[in-house]
Structures are given as structure tokens and as C-alpha cells.
């Protein structure tokens, strides 16, 4: 109906309409864009290593430049690539219309969310030249990471703190969207599979997530500031990073495969013209997979010499996964079998998904029979294993949704030949290029490694193919995007519902209007298959005039909050508060060089920019209009999200307080005979908690209209945390002059976890400063309660968390 082509826009306005939105719809788009790109420059940068190792003792890379360059590979193609192109580039996009909604539960945050990952990749990025490139392997281990390039490293571990931070409220958003916002009618067991897929995916981020931010963190801070939990020379255990690190990227392959499996399930429902194969024993296995995907992480490390009786618990884990994930798959072929199968690009892309996956998979659990991964861990048989999963396998779901969704999202087909040839040349190619390298492994090849010498049998031989593989595939991404670009040139064909999908967003226009639907859904919703039941009950959609809805208004502020952490994240990478390191101790900053200190003022800079544009945005009201929000529970949007978020810090707490109690019940971590002062820790625990107390009155009153009562009840939890603050400075300015961190471990266990919750007091005390403002400044009233119940839920959050510490570092 729509689809006003209007006059062409300038690339500014374009950029700036991308600054400003808070559309779900173009936060998914750029996630796609940005994650196809990550692809792209990846798959370049494979190229660059096959073609080195395509014959013997080649000196194109070498080296830490070889390194760097596989480093910067596998990064680029798992946190820019896989991860974020299906659970936030699909996800965002098509939830919220799959779930019959306008837009997710908080937007602006969503704004927030994807800026923060486009800073993240930018922060990567700038370490191309400026010397910022890690040189280690994507998995970061202890103590490579502290060997030469110490630059390359603290950019990365910074760019995936944000990385993480950006997703974890994506995740948090996803989440409070699905338990507050479906279409009225519409009942969590009758959502579609791919909303559930995102459901589940957040979930799991959200549970697992810390791993990743506690093994960046630790890294980060040995580096900057010497204080380590992994330190041998200290008492301190290597392992342990690789513990952090794997609890997180362990699951991280569910969090790729979950979303697309979720596609694949779409996909094969609509292509097929059948309802889903078995709907719940689907989701269960969803489900199933989250859990059990939290408990294998081992599975990376049994070459490590962890205690036998570990190995074998984890290989019995590791084994029963491939259970709820053959469910899956058996549900898409029962899906497809004796359906009248449409035979289209998104049909090729499934069926070939299916048939990769499954040799992919195999070899998996092949990897996680312990005799077995001895012979053939650090070898190509690995490297064969998970490309056969990720690349030919998840990614292949990746293009399924890509050729099946286009149509929605652009008004326009992808031109059926030009995708069978991209089809074919990845199929053939992916073959050529993987399948070699589990021969090479099971000849002995190691991977990482930047040459092999000639001679050996066949060695030669397998290289060449799958170095052929490779160019194969590189010709096969020119056919996607030469196909994608000439789509733009073809007219708007595509109509409402092109492939007879039966979820809700096909009754959308195509591309959807900002406002998704110009009509309302009938409430009665017997199947996942809405389309198809209302089709037979002659159920129709009622028509909405689009003047009367409203959305959203467009900000920059989100965007700026997420720049300044740009700005913040290149000066902690680059630079530092002053010129200090763990090596040289504190120096004149004078004597630094020039690039660390351009950094460090950007770093200061970036304060500034950050509290005024937070503050400019709080100070925004949502909607230009006043709106009454539904919701399905009595929960608002905020707190809503706010109690999915708290989950992941939750995560992150356990983790590192899971590592110091390891470290403290072996004997490493012994305190040291002068200990913080336990009457300093009772009396902040006396101001923290009464703090919690006095925020809560003070919510109260908010809700209750009582607006004084409430800006003093904020403005005393404001004083209480600053007195908080204080004395845990004093407090450690006395334990860090006392001793030597960096030669006590225990030590610095506590300067981690005590300063980490420090921070979030910070973080905390400016989220109570945000409803503060709104309330000086009128933006309060009865039924508009700014962000105060998500900041209180914070703030005992931070409160809980400061009990549990005085327990182990105070009283124990
Ligand atoms: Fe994996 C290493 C085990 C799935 C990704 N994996 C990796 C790495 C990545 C990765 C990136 O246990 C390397 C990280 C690095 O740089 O070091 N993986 C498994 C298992 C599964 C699995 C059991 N992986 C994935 C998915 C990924 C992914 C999905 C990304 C998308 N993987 C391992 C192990 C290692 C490993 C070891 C470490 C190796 C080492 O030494 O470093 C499963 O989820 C696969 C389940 C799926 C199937 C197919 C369908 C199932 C059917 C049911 C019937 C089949 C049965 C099995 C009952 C199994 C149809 C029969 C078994 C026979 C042998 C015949
Ligand atoms: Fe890989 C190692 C070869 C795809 C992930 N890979 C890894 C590791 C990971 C990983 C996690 O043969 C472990 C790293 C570590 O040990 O720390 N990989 C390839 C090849 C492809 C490939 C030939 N990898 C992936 C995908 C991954 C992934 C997909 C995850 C999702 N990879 C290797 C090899 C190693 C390896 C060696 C082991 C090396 C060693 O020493 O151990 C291909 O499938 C890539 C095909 C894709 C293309 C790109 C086509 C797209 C085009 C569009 C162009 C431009 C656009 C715009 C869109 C050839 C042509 C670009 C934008 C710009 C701004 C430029
Ligand atoms: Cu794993």
C-alpha cells in the first residue's frame, strides 16, 4: 500500500536518520549491514591465509603477522559476523513484527545498543593502524596475552566489554519484549519458533556473557594495572582464564546456531507449506539446549591435564547435547518430508544447512569422546569440525533467511539464478576448503601455525584444494552482494506475502511502514500458524488509520551515550588515567609518547560527553505525545528489562567470585596479615543497605504522586552512596600503600571484584541520579515514572552484591 520511494536522499541524511531512529527495523538492518561487512572483510582476510598456506614454506605472512591476521579472522567472523547478524540483526527486525508489536520494549536503548556494537567494531578497526593489532588466536589465552603486543590486546578486551555490554542489553530488550508485548491473544506457546529461538538465545546470553566480560576484564587489568588472577608466580592459575573464557564461548556457538536454527524452522514450515514438525517438542529441545550448553565447556580444555573425573562428567555432557540438537534437525526434515516442497533459493540454503550440519555435528561429538580430541586437539581436524558448523553449517541458515526475508525487507526479490550460483559456488567451495583439513588433521597438521614444510604425504596436495576452496568461496560472495546490489534496481514486486508464510509479519506491506501494521490482529490464536487459522475461522485483520498511531520519537542522545564510550574505549585502550604501568610503575606523563597521550585526554574528554548526553537523554521523553503503554504484566518496560539485565550481572559476579573462592580453597589466594578494617566494611554496609531502604521509600513515593518526598528520598540515596564512596576510597588508597598488589594474589582478588563493585556503585549512584534530574525538571508526574524503577532495582542489586562481598573478603 505504501512505500513512498520520495526523492533520494543524501548519504548524510541517510547516516543521520540511522543516528537518530529508534525503528527496530533499521537497528536490525545496520546490525545486517555491519555484520555482512564483517564478513566480507573476514572472509578477506581468509583468503589472505589460505593463500598463504596453499603450497609449503610461502612467505606471504609470517609470523605475528600471520597471527594477527587470524586473530583478527575468527574475531571478526564470530563477534562481528555470526553472533550479531542472527540473534540482533534477524532478531531485531523481526520479532517485534513477528510478535504483532510496533517496536521492542525499549527502543532508545536498542539505539544505544546497536552504536555501541558499530564502537566496538570501530575500536577494532582502529587497530589496524595503529599498531592495536592482537596477535594471539581469538581465544586470548593467559599468558600468551602478556607477551609483546600488549596494545592489541587492550584494545580487544575493551572493544568486547562493549561489545558484550551492547548485547547484553540487546538481549535484556529482546526478553522484556516477549513477556511484555505480544499482540493481545497471542500466548508464549504460540509464538512463532523464531521468537522463541531469540528468547531462548537472550536467555543464554544473558546467563553466560559474564565469562567473556570477567576473562576480558582480568586480562584487561593485569595488563594496565598488574593485578592478576592467573599470575603462577604469585600463587595464582593460569587455567583459570581459560575456565572464564570458555564458560562464555562454550555457549557462544549456541547463540550463533540458535537464532538460525529458529529461520530454518520458518523457513522450512512455509517452504514446505506444513505446519512445524513436532512445534513443542521443538521449543523444548530449545530449552534443553540452553541448559545443557551452560555445562560442556571442558570440552575445550581436556588437553589441559584437568582431574580425570572432570573429563568424563564433561564428555557425558557434551555427548547428551547432541541429543535436543539431532531433535532439531529431525524436526526440520519431518517438517520437510511429504510437504509440497517449493523449491526456491531459501529451500537450497536450508537443505544444504541440513545435510553440512549434520557431518559437521558429528565430528563434533566425535571431538568430545576424550581418547580421541587427545589425538586431534590443536589440529585442522578442529579447524574442519567448527567451519564445517559455523561456515557451511550456521551460515548457511544465515543465507536461507537472507534470501527469504529480503523480499519483506526490501520490496524486492534476489534474483533466483544468481542465487543458485551463489548457492553452489558455497556449497562446492565450503567442501573443497573444509573438508581436506580433516584429513590434514588426522595427518598431524597443527593449526596456528603459519607454514608446514614439503614433503610431507599429501600435505601439499589437501593445502592446495582447500586453498582452491577458498577462492571458490570468494567468488561466491561476489555473486551475494553483486546480487543483493542489482536487487535495488528492480521495481517493489514483491507484495504483502510472497512466499505464503502464515506468521504475522506477512501481513505487513513490504518494505514494512515505520509504524509495521495499519490494522489490528484478531485475538484468537489456536496455532503458531495465525495466517493459516484465521484464513479457515474467515477471521480478518481491522483496519488502523496510521494517524493515530504514535511512535517513538527520533533522538541523537542514545547515539551520543554510545560515542562517548567510543571516545572512553579508545582512551582506556590506547592510554590510561595517567602513565602508569605494572612494569615501569608510575611515570611523567610528559615522558609518554605522543599517542597515549592524545588518548588519555580523549579518555578525560569522554566524561563529560558522556554524563551530558545520559542526562540529555533521560531528560527526553520517549513519545512527543503522552501514550498509555500496554503491557501483559503489571511490570512497566523498564523494570522489565532492567530484571532481565541484572541476570547478566549476576553472571558476571559469580564468575570472578567463583574463580577467588577456587583460588582461596586451594590455598593460593591467602589473605595477607594486614586485611581491610572490618569496622569500615560494617559501617558502608550499614550505608549501603539503609540506602536501599530510602530508595525504595522514595519509589513509593514517585508512584504515589508524593514528587517532594520523592526527589528527597533519591537525593539522600545520592548522599549515602557518595559517603559509601568515600570511604571505600580511603579505604583502598590504605590497603594499596600498604603492600604490593601485584606480589599478593589475594590482594589482588580483592582490588578486582571489590573495585568492579565500586564501579557499579558508580554506575549505580548515576542511575538514581537519572530519575533525580527527571524529577527536578518536572518530567515526573503520575503516570509517567522516568527510569526510577529500573534504577532502584539497580541500585539493591549493587546492594546484594556488597553483602556478599563483605561474607568472603571481609569476614572470611
Ligand atoms: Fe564444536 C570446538 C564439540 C557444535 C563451534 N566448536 C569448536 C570450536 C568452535 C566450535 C568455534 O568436544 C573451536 C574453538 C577453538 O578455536 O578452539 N561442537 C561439539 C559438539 C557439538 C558442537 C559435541 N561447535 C558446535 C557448533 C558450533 C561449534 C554448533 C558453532 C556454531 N567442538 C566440540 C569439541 C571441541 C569443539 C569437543 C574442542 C576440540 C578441541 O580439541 O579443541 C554438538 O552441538 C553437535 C551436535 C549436532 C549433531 C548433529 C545432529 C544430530 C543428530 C543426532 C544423531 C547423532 C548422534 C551422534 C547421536 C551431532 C542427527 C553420533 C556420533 C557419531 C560419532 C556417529
Ligand atoms: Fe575461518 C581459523 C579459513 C570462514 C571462524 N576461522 C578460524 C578460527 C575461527 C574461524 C574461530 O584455512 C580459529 C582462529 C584461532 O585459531 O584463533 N575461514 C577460512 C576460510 C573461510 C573461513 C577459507 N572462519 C570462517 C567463518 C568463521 C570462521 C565463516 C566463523 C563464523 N579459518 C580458516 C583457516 C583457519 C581459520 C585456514 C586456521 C588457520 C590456522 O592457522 O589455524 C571462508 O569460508 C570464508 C569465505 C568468505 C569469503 C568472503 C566472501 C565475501 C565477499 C564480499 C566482499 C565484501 C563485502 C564488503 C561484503 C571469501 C567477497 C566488505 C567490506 C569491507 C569494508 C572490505
Ligand atoms: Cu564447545
Avoid at 506491506?509 to 495466517?531: G, K, V, W
Avoid at 480478518?540 to 551515550?561: A, E, G, N, S, Y
Amino acid at each position: 500500500e505504501q512505500t513512498q520511494a520520495g526523492p533520494r536522499r543524501g548519504v548524510w541524511e541517510v547516516v543521520k536518520d540511522y543516528m537518530m531512529t529508534t525503528d527496530h527495523k533499521k537497528i536490525g538492518l545496520l546490525y545486517m549491514i555491519v555484520s555482512i561487512a564483517g564478513f566480507g572483510l573476514g572472509g578477506l582476510l581468509a583468503l589472505a591465509i589460505r593463500i598463504q598456506l596453499a603450497l609449503p614454506e610461502q612467505a606471504l605472512l609470517v609470523g605475528t603477522t600471520y597471527n594477527q591476521v587470524l586473530t583478527m579472522h575468527a574475531a571478526l567472523m564470530l563477534f562481528f559476523f555470526l553472533i550479531p547478524l542472527g540473534l540482533f540483526g534477524f532478531g531485531n527486525y523481526f520479532l517485534p513484527l513477528q510478535l504483532g508489536v510496533r517496536d521492542v520494549a525499549l527502543p532508545r536503548l536498542n539505539t544505544f545498543a546497536v552504536w555501541l556494537f558499530v564502537a566496538s567494531l570501530l575500536l577494532v578497526i582502529t587497530g589496524f593502524w595503529n599498531g592495536g593489532m592482537p596477535s594471539v588466536g581469538w581465544t586470548f589465552y593467559y599468558p600468551l596475552t602478556l607477551d609483546g603486543n600488549q596494545t592489541g590486546v587492550s584494545v580487544f578486551m575493551v572493544a568486547l566489554i562493549l561489545n558484550g555490554l551492547g548485547s547484553l542489553l540487546g538481549s535484556a530488550n529482546f526478553a522484556a519484549t516477549i513477556v511484555n508485548l505480544r499482540t493481545p491473544g497471542m500466548g508464549l506457546w504460540k509464538m512463532p519458533v523464531f521468537a522463541w529461538s531469540i528468547f531462548a538465545t537472550s536467555i543464554l546470553q544473558l546467563l553466560t556473557l559474564g565469562g567473556l566480560t570477567a576473562a576480558a576484564l582480568t586480562t584487561y587489568l593485569e595488563i594496565k594495572l598488574g593485578l592478576s588472577m592467573f599470575n603462577p608466580g604469585i600463587g595464582g592459575v593460569p587455567v583459570l582464564y581459560q575456565q572464564f573464557f570458555w564458560f562464555y564461548s562454550h555457549p557462544a556457538v549456541y547463540v550463533m546456531l540458535l537464532p538460525y536454527l529458529g529461520i530454518g524452522a520458518e523457513v522450512a514450515s512455509t517452504m514446505a507449506r506444513k505446519p512445524l514438525f513436532g512445534y513443542r517438542v521443538m521449543v523444548y529441545s530449545i530449552l534443553a539446549i540452553v541448559l545443557v550448553s551452560t555445562i560442556v565447556w571442558l570440552h575445550h580444555m581436556f588437553a589441559v591435564g584437568i582431574p580425570e573425573a572432570w573429563q568424563i562428567a564433561f564428555m557425558i555432557s557434551t555427548l547428551l547435547v547432541a541429543v535436543p540438537t539431532g531433535v532439531k534437525i529431525f524436526n526440520l526434515i519431518g517438517t520437510l518430508w511429504g510437504g509440497r516442497i517449493i523449491m526456491k533459493t531459501p529451500t537450497y540454503w536450508l537443505i544444504g544447512f541440513i545435510f553440512n550440519f549434520l557431518i559437521g555435528g558429528i565430528t563434533g561429538v566425535s571431538l568430545g569422546i576424550i581418547p580421541f580430541d587427545y589425538q586431534v586437539t590443536m589440529s585442522y581436524y578442529v579447524v574442519a569440525h567448527f567451519h564445517n558448523v559455523m561456515m557451511f553449517g550456521t551460515a548457511f541458515l544465515a543465507m536461507a533467511g537472507i534470501y527469504y526475508w529480503w523480499p519483506k525487507m526490501t520490496g524486492r526479490f534476489l534474483d533466483e539464478k544468481k542465487g543458485l550460483w551463489h548457492f553452489w559456488l558455497f556449497m562446492i567451495g565450503s567442501w573443497l576448503t573444509f573438508l581436506p583439513q580433516y584429513i590434514l588433521g588426522l595427518l598431524g597438521m597443527p593449526r596456528r601455525y603459519y607454514t608446514y614444510p614439503a614433503g610431507n604425504w599429501s600435505w601439499t596436495e589437501l593445502n592446495f584444494v582447500s586453498t582452491i576452496g577458498a577462492v571458490t568461496l570468494f567468488a561466491g560472495g561476489l555473486v551475494m552482494v553483486w546480487n543483493m546490489l542489482e536487487s535495488f534496481r528492480r521495481p517493489i514486486t514483491a507484495g504483502n506475502n510472497p512466499w505464503g508464510g502464515f506468521t504475522l509479519e506477512w501481513t505487513s506491506s513490504s518494505p514494512p511502514a515505520a509504524y509495521n501494521f495499519a490494522h489490528d490482529f484478531p485475538q484468537n490464536f489456536p496455532t503458531e500458524r495465525p495466517l493459516y487459522d484465521w484464513e479457515k475461522s474467515g477471521e480478518t485483520l481491522t483496519p488502523v488509520d496510521p494517524k493515530t498511531i504514535h511512535l517513538p520519537q527520533d533522538t541523537i542522545w542514545p547515539f551520543m551515550t554510545a560515542f562517548s564510550l567510543l571516545l572512553m574505549g579508545y582512551g582506556l585502550s590506547f592510554g590510561w588515567f595517567t602513565n602508569y604501568t605494572p612494569q615501569a610503575g608510575l611515570q611523567p606523563f610528559g615522558e609518554a609518547g605522543l599517542g597515549f597521550q592524545i588518548a588519555t585526554v580523549v579518555l578525560y574528554l569522554s566524561f563529560p560527553v558522556f554524563f551530558y548526553s545520559l542526562f540529555k537523554w533521560a531528560g527526553t521523553r520517549e513519545y512527543a505525545v503522552p501514550v498509555e503503554h500496554h503491557h501483559l504484566t503489571k511490570y512497566d518496560n523498564g523494570f522489565m528489562g532492567m530484571s532481565w539485565f541484572i541476570i547478566s550481572e549476576v553472571g558476571l559476579f559469580a564468575v570472578l567470585i567463583g574463580g577467588y573462592v577456587y583460588l582461596r580453597i586451594i590455598g593460593a589466594a591467602e589473605p595477607p596479615v594486614l586485611r581491610p578494617n572490618i569496622w569500615l566494611a560494617a559501617l558502608n554496609t550499614l550505608i549501603l543497605v539503609s540506602s536501599s531502604f530510602v530508595v525504595h521509600k522514595a519509589e513509593q513515593d514517585l508512584h504515589h504522586g508524593r514528587l517532594s518526598w520523592g526527589r528527597l528520598g533519591l537525593f539522600i540515596t545520592l548522599l549515602l552512596g557518595a559517603l559509601f564512596m568515600i570511604f571505600q576510597v580511603y579505604e583502598f588508597a590504605l590497603f594499596g600503600t600498604e603492600s604490593d598488589w601485584k606480589q599478593n594474589l589475594w590482594q589482588s582478588c580483592f582490588f578486582i571484584i571489590v573495585g568492579l563493585h565500586g564501579l557499579h556503585i558508580l554506575i549505580g549512584g548515576t542511575g538514581i541520579a537519572l530519575p533525580y534530574y527527571q524529577a527536578l525538571t518536572g518530567k515526573m508526574d503520575r503516570t509517567n515514572h522516568g527510569s526510577i524503577t529500573a534504577a532502584s532495582l539497580y541500585w539493591h542489586l549493587v546492594d546484594v552484591v556488597w553483602l556478599l562481598i563483605v561474607a568472603i573478603f571481609y569476614a572470611w
